[in-house]
């Protein structure tokens, strides 16, 4: 039986037992002492599932029992008993009602999941530390000893190019005492990996070589302490790792769009930019809530609009939110993207429908590529709290490009600049309108279904997520896993 079948059983369980019971067959009747006892019993077990340390379960029991006094013939309904129950365990009561409906999917999650730090954290345990995450590209992992790192959600990493010419991934934390062990955020190992702290030394593998005054320590196994791997993934050219989880690999979840994304060759690219990292005062879903929807494009983005016209569209391709926009002919009075409409080259190694097309696609949950003629770009997002995000993001080109294309470059990168400025006040008068008390929660059109699609990807995910209000303190993870069980 389910945990949440459990919990259901037992709440009809005390139905019955609180009814009056001079109409029940002389077969079914029980002691008041075994009746008391049995009603305990469950009563106990409610308080386990909803955590409630509080509730004192022999005033409950006799709250249960009394609920019929005053008229010795007249029983308790079960909705008297229902609400009785509700009452004393709001959130296992919500759990069956969400059930029972059959766990109704909100189209976007309610304010409360945007400020809940219990909600955050099986954010970032289900989503971000079982997912892929981005690490940064091959072209800064070019000779045997160069890394590259990432610390965000509680966690360092880096990965490292082996003498073997090998790509692995490990925790950044040394094995004596947890010190960092790259002390900048990208360079070149010489021949091994040596612990600033102490110097404990690791081969480019994360085998442990060597730990000086070795006969100090009471018989150490080195074999048994190498550096602590991660899970790594190139895909074209991108270098992903992920903490834990079986989920399918980059590669599969992206290859509906892979006819899309091989011309532009991401593997050979350089960047064209230093990789960005910004904290920003807002929830990291927010972000997304506005690149979902190319809604407000046309509003919103009036130079981008300028550049599309109505060449702009969104798109679910096999469950990845893309979008198409093809750059028009009718210059802009928009500076930078007239030049760059005026100036778009031809790129031999594009097919004609990609010459003018910049095109983007999401991987869930916190990753955006965006693919233009003259080069990528990708930006994501990685939780710091309810209310500030890290926002990392990078621009390419491929290398050796001509005068024409690296100014195209350039002028995208300014027209992306402005479109992120334009973002950022959006996503923080969000953030801002979460704390309202007249917050709208669900009034998308269907140009905004990519909203609704991410929202009910975490749902599925983070099954608590779909609650109206928030569970009581403390009972966000039993509560969540009770849903999913
Ligand atoms: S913490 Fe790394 S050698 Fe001591
Ligand atoms: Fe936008």
Redesign the pocket.
């Known amino acids: 039986m389910s945990n949440t079948s459990l919990v259901s059983s037992i709440v009809n369980h005390l139905c019955q037992l609180s009814l009056h019971q001079n109409d029940l067959p002389a077969s079914q009747l029980l002691s008041e002492e075994k009746r008391l006892s049995r009603i305990h019993e469950a009563l106990e077990q409610l308080k386990y599932f909803e955590n409630a340390e509080h509730i004192d379960i022999t005033i409950a029991a006799h709250g249960l029992i009394s609920l019929h006094t005053g008229d010795i013939n007249q029983q308790p309904s079960p909705t008297t008993v229902a609400t009785y129950l509700r009452n004393l365990f709001p959130n296992t009561l919500q759990i069956m009602d969400k059930k029972n409906a059959d766990q109704k999917v909100r189209t976007m999650m309610a304010p409360w999941t945007y400020g809940n730090a219990e909600f955050l954290q099986l954010e970032i345990d289900t989503l971000f530390k079982q997912e892929w995450l981005l690490a940064g590209h091959i072209s800064s992992l070019k000779e045997n000893g160069s890394f590259i790192t990432f610390h965000a959600l509680g966690e360092r990493v880096i990965i490292v190019k082996g003498n073997d010419g090998v790509i692995r991934g490990f925790h950044n934390v040394?094995?004596?005492?947890?010190?960092r062990?790259a002390r900048t955020e990208q360079g070149t190992f010489r021949k091994s990996i040596v612990?600033?702290?102490?110097?404990?030394t690791y081969n480019l593998d994360g085998s442990l070589k060597n730990i000086p005054a070795e006969d100090s320590f009471k018989k150490i196994n080195k074999q048994q302490y190498g550096l602590v791997s991660v899970d790594m993934e190139i895909w074209h050219g991108f270098v992903f790792f992920r903490f834990s989880g079986d989920g399918p690999t980059v590669a599969q979840q992206l290859a509906p769009v892979e006819a899309h994304i091989a011309p532009y060759r991401f593997e050979e690219m350089i960047p064209a930019t230093k990789m960005n990292r910004e904290t920003v005062p807002v929830n990291w879903k927010t972000i997304h809530d506005i690149d979902n929807e190319g809604y407000h494009v046309p509003i919103g983005h009036p130079g981008l609009h300028d550049l599309f016209g109505r060449e702009y569209y969104d798109e679910k391709i096999k469950g990845l939110s893309c979008s198409f926009g093809h750059v028009q002919e009718k210059l802009s009075r928009n500076w930078s993207v007239a030049r760059y409409q005026n100036l778009l080259p031809h790129f031999d190694h594009l097919p004609d429908n990609k010459q003018r097309l910049w095109f983007y696609v999401g991987l869930f949950p916190n990753l955006v590529f965006e693919a233009h003629p003259d080069g990528a770009e990708f930006y994501m997002t990685l939780p710091v709290s309810t209310d500030r995000t890290l926002y990392i993001s990078q621009s390419f080109t491929l290398p050796k490009s001509n005068r024409q294309s690296k100014a195209a470059a350039y002028l995208s990168r300014r027209i992306n600049r402005q479109v992120g400025f334009e973002d950022a006040s959006y996503v923080g008068w969000i953030q801002e309108g979460l704390t309202s008390s007249v917050f709208p929660e669900s009034t998308l059109s269907s140009i905004e279904s990519g909203v609704s699609d991410f929202h009910q990807q975490i749902q599925k995910r983070i099954p608590v997520g779909s609650f109206d209000t928030s569970p009581s303190k403390g009972s966000m993870q039993a509560i969540n896993k009770i849903l999913l069980s």
């Open positions: 040394c094995r004596h005492r947890g010190s062990l612990c600033p702290f102490h110097g404990w």
